[in-house]
C-alpha cells in the first residue's frame, strides 16, 4: 500500500535561507507524487507534481523537488525564504491501478523568521 | 475557469443535527472527490466519483455519511446525525478527463473547503 511521511510538523527558516521541507514515500508501484500548499483557512493548491518525466520537478513561487528513486524520497527546496511562504505544505501520493485516490503526508508547517 | 467552489464555508451546528455540504466542480472536470481534514492532519480520503457514480468509498464514511453527485455536475456530502468527532474541514476536489494514459497522474483542484463545528 502507498503512504506518505513527512519528517518534521515544524520548520523555521531565516528569510533568505534555503527551504528544504521533507517527503518520503513508500509505494509498491511506480508513483505519481505531489506537493500542495495550504494557506491559513483556505484548501490546497498545486506547487509541483512528478509523474515519471523529469527527476527534477520546478514548480510555482520558485520551488522544486527532485525525485530519488533510491532514497525513496521527494523533498522540496527553494533556494531563499520569503515571508509569503509561511503556510502549510503537504505531500501526497497518488494511488494507481485504477484507484485515483491521493494519500497524504501529516503536513509541515513553515514558518519564516524576519 | 472559476474553479472548485464549496458552500457553507462555515457551519455550527449542535450534535444529533443533520448538515449537507454542497461543491461544485470545474465545470467539464468528470471526476470529484471528497477528502476531510482535521487538526493538525494532512487531508484524507473520503470518496470520489466518476461523472455520476460513486466509484470508492473509505471505510471513514460511515453509514451516516452520504455523498451524491446527480448529472454529474455538483455534488452534496449529507452527514446525519453530527457526532462532535464529525468537526473537521471537509474539501472537495476535482480533475479532469485524460485523453490517454494512466489517470492517476491528473492534477486534483481543491475547493476552500467547509470547516464544521459540532458542538
Known amino acids: 500500500a502507498q503512504s506518505v511521511t513527512q519528517l518534521g510538523s515544524h520548520v523555521s527558516v531565516s528569510e533568505g535561507a534555503l527551504v528544504l521541507l521533507r517527503c518520503n514515500y513508500s509505494?509498491?508501484?511506480?508513483?505519481?507524487l505531489f506537493w500542495y500548499v495550504q494557506y491559513p483557512n483556505q484548501g490546497l493548491q498545486l506547487l509541483l507534481k512528478y509523474t515519471s518525466a523529469a527527476t527534477l520537478v520546478k514548480g510555482i513561487n520558485g520551488f522544486e523537488a527532485e525525485f530519488k528513486k533510491s532514497e525513496t524520497s521527494f523533498h522540496l527546496t527553494k533556494p531563499s525564504a520569503h515571508m509569503s511562504d509561511a503556510a502549510e505544505y503537504f505531500c501526497?501520493?497518488?494511488?494507481?491501478?485504477?484507484?485515483?485516490?491521493?494519500?497524504f503526508g501529516t503536513g509541515t508547517r513553515l514558518k519564516v523568521l524576519a | 475557469d472559476t474553479g472548485v467552489s464549496q458552500n457553507p464555508r462555515h457551519k455550527i451546528t449542535k450534535r444529533g443535527q443533520n448538515v449537507t455540504f454542497r461543491c461544485d466542480p470545474i465545470?467539464?472536470?468528470?471526476?470529484l472527490y471528497w477528502y476531510r481534514q482535521t487538526l493538525g492532519q494532512g487531508p484524507e480520503f473520503l470518496t470520489y466519483f466518476q461523472n455520476e457514480a460513486q466509484l470508492e468509498k473509505s471505510r471513514l464514511l460511515s453509514d451516516r455519511f452520504s455523498a451524491e453527485r446527480p448529472k454529474g455536475s455538483f455534488s452534496t456530502l449529507e452527514i446525519q446525525r453530527t457526532e462532535q468527532g464529525d468537526s473537521a474541514m471537509y474539501l472537495c476536489a476535482s480533475s479532469p478527463r485524460t485523453s490517454g494514459g494512466a489517470q492517476s497522474k491528473e492534477t486534483q483542484y481543491f475547493g476552500p473547503g467547509t470547516r464544521l463545528l459540532v458542538l
Open positions: 465545470s467539464e472536470h468528470n471526476r
Open positions: 509505494s509498491s508501484v511506480p508513483p505519481y
Open positions: 501526497a501520493v497518488s494511488v494507481g491501478s485504477g484507484t485515483y485516490k491521493y494519500i
